[in-house]
């Protein structure tokens, strides 16, 4: 999707396929990410997202749901064969995805040869079909740095780029840099929003921007505005 592409009409079953259900808090129990993804289940999202340390989880067998785990996070300032390793043990305890921080120090001294470095090896651990979303970090940096870091992705053979953590004081995604995400890998990879969408207008105008997936820890909050939205626009949908 390009930023010239409108948002399409999104029900709340068809926004769910958008959305990684999210739990990345330190505090986080076992007890709480079972409880993700039940919701995640009764929701009908896409995947949940959790840190490594929860791997392996448990799904209902009959559940369509994949599972995305972080690696090098928050910071991304893990040598990077510390993330290959990383994302070995998640891929060999059953995760479907791989979401990796890259080095942002990297990025903004504008060593993007090393940027595509470190996300290579990460490949290297994780074969297709599984997908490997590359975290940029967005806020942190400028058009110039998102460009060069984009295309580093592209080069490394990543399946996505992603905005943000949601840990970064800088901030999270925006719709300016998910537009200008997309319009750097153009078709070639998928985007990924990720921090501080918070409502349904927020998602909205994120997957406007050219996302074709989202980060959001507060599902069902969205889910619900995206309900009332079919409800008050039915002609819509």
Known sequence: MTSSTPAPALDAAGLARYIDHTLLKPE???????GLIAEAVELGVYSVCV???MLPLTLPADADLKVAVVCGFPSGKH??????????LSVSQGTDE???VIDIGAAKAGRFDLVEADISAVR?????PLILKVIIESAALTDDEIVGVCRA?????????????GFHPAGGATVHAVRLMRETVGDALGVKASGGVRSHADALAM?????????????KAVLSGAAVEASANPAAY
């Open 28 to 34: 986080a129990t076992q007890a709480d990410v079972a």
């Open 51 to 53: 840190s490594p340390s």
């Open 79 to 88: 040598a990077s064969s510390i993330k290959a390793a990383e994302a070995a």
């Open 98 to 100: 791989v979401d990796m």
């Open 124 to 128: 290297a651990e994780i074969p297709a």
């Open 153 to 165: 992705a592209v080069a490394a053979g990543a399946d996505f780029v992603k905005t943000s953590t």
């Open 207 to 219: 997957i406007e921007a050219g996302a074709s997936r989202l980060g959001v820890s507060g599902s």
